[in-house]
């Protein structure tokens, strides 16, 4: 069946460093990839996604792109700061599934000052 | 827009008792998912309504666990008796089509003593 592998954290970083969170998937069809974060607390934001290969999904400088050849959808952002800290989801849903979510575990990320 | 509502925000109850867990999507979304979340297990689907139909529950753990969706605007998850492997932050979320990007609620963090 369908299913997300992310890189294990915790990850620790200083502020203004780069960021590369792995993501991988494993799909019996042509997934959508997201990327989703949850701060303390709270629910689950949704940060970004893409439909179809190639795609390249942006937002609050964060990016990750579709590709097909690695089934991969790597997270990454040029410049961390303090309030990134958080825990980033990457999910897959497709229509043999539903469309429902299938999340990967979490990666948890910590940027110091 | 108020997004999704889920209420409570904290239960606390004790083995044997019934939960109602309570959620109200984002007005004019047609599909809804319940998700649990655990430090062992992540991020799981329980169960998803599409148009209040609701399509898939094979994620529902056991017969404990109901779900109901009577109109378009509330939905509620059910645990009977609960117990304390029950224990978790329980979202809902919806989405405008099944296909399309979930929105979630802050979650209810259910401890069950």
């Known amino acids: 069946g369908d299913s997300v592998t992310q890189m294990e954290g915790p990850v620790t970083l200083s502020e203004e460093a780069f960021l590369t969170i792995n993501c991988t998937y494993t799909a019996t069809g042509y997934p959508s990839l997201f990327w989703y974060v949850q701060y303390p607390g709270e629910g689950l934001q949704l940060l970004l996604k893409?439909?179809?290969?190639?795609d390249k999904g942006s937002n609050k400088g964060f990016e990750a792109t579709y590709r097909k050849e690695t089934t991969s959808f790597h997270l990454e952002k040029g410049s961390v700061q303090v309030s990134d800290s958080a825990v980033y989801f990457c999910a897959l849903s497709e229509g043999n599934s539903g469309y429902a979510l299938n999340f990967g575990k979490g990666t948890s990320l910590l940027v110091t000052p | 827009d108020a997004g999704v509502i889920q209420s409570p925000r904290h239960e606390v109850t004790e083995m044997g008792q019934e939960v109602t867990l309570r959620c109200k999507p984002i007005s004019g979304h047609n599909s809804l998912f319940w998700y649990r979340q655990t430090m062992m297990r992540g991020l799981e689907l329980l169960i998803y309504f599409n148009n209040n139909v609701p399509i898939d529950d094979s994620g529902m753990p056991e017969d404990r666990f109901s779900a109901k969706m009577p109109n378009a605007s509330f939905s509620t998850l059910k645990i009977q008796p609960s117990e304390p492997r029950d224990s978790a932050v329980y979202f809902c979320?919806?989405?405008?089509?099944?296909?399309?990007?979930?929105?979630f609620g802050p979650g209810t963090r259910l401890t069950v003593t």
């Open positions: 979320a919806s989405s405008s089509s099944r296909q399309g990007s979930k929105y």
């Open positions: 893409a439909t179809k290969a190639d």
